[in-house]
């Protein structure tokens, strides 16, 4: 089965940092973009920026660039995304999701998700 | 960035209503558009990818037709789990931005 395998929920404190996994299983993870994709609770999708496994090329979106870091180790086929220090503005649900190449053409598309890692940082 | 738009942003229908969602772009996106469902506490599933390619395994009464800048998500006859919050994205650039979403409610 492809999946996409998330790390479990964290609650942090302002200023803490933090990173967050997402493992592939099933499929050549080098072969895919991995994105990330932040949800505020009752908000909508937010692309984050992505990363390409099989040489860390990587992508930020403008309004995330500078506050989160997105890295990947493809001996264990896992994509992380990283905080030096967290607000309380990054509390959210973090979706990692797999992204065909570009040269796919219009048949890019996000077609497997991660479950979801809630993230929740209170003093 | 490109920006999209989506109409409407809420919807009420019925069961066996037919449903539109348009999404529109900023700017010419060619085919590079990809539709998303979400249902509440779920990561969003793939619906519709290249503007009107069904995703395997997705029910036919979901349709996608449009290029350029405008584009439409079709529900020919909607079903009980059909009741959920759509999501357009581009893909024609980086960020891959998300349009803001239509909740679908029922009637």
């Known amino acids: 089965d492809v999946q996409l395998v998330q790390s479990g929920a964290e609650v942090k404190k302002p200023g803490e940092s933090l990173k967050i996994s997402c493992k592939g299983f099933g499929y050549t993870f080098t072969s895919y973009w991995i994105a990330w994709v932040r949800q505020m609770s009752g908000k909508g999708l937010e692309w984050m920026g992505v990363?390409?496994?099989?040489?860390?090329?990587?992508r930020y979106s403008p309004s995330f660039e500078g506050q989160v870091t997105i890295s990947v180790d493809k001996s264990i086929s896992t994509a992380y995304l990283q905080w030096r220090s967290l607000k309380a503005s990054d509390t959210a649900t973090y979706y990692c999701?797999?992204?065909?190449?570009?040269?796919?053409?219009?048949?890019?598309?996000?077609?497997?998700w991660g479950q979801g890692t809630t993230v929740i940082v209170s003093s | 960035d490109i920006q999209l738009t989506q109409s409407p942003s809420f919807l009420s229908a019925s069961v066996g209503d037919r449903v539109t969602i348009t999404c529109r772009a900023s700017q010419g996106i060619s085919s590079y558009l990809a539709w998303y469902q979400q249902k509440p506490g779920q990561a969003p599933k793939l619906l519709i990818y290249g503007a009107s390619t069904l995703q395997s395994g997705v029910p036919s009464r979901f349709s996608g037709s449009g290029s350029g800048a405008e584009f439409t998500l079709t529900i020919s006859s909607l079903q009980p789990e059909d009741f959920a919050t759509y999501y357009c994205q581009q893909l024609n650039t980086y960020p891959g931005t998300f349009g803001p979403g239509t909740k679908v409610d029922i009637k």
């Open positions: 990363i390409y496994p099989d040489d860390s090329d990587d």
């Open positions: 999701a797999r992204l065909q190449k570009y040269s796919s053409g219009p048949s890019r598309r996000m077609d497997v």
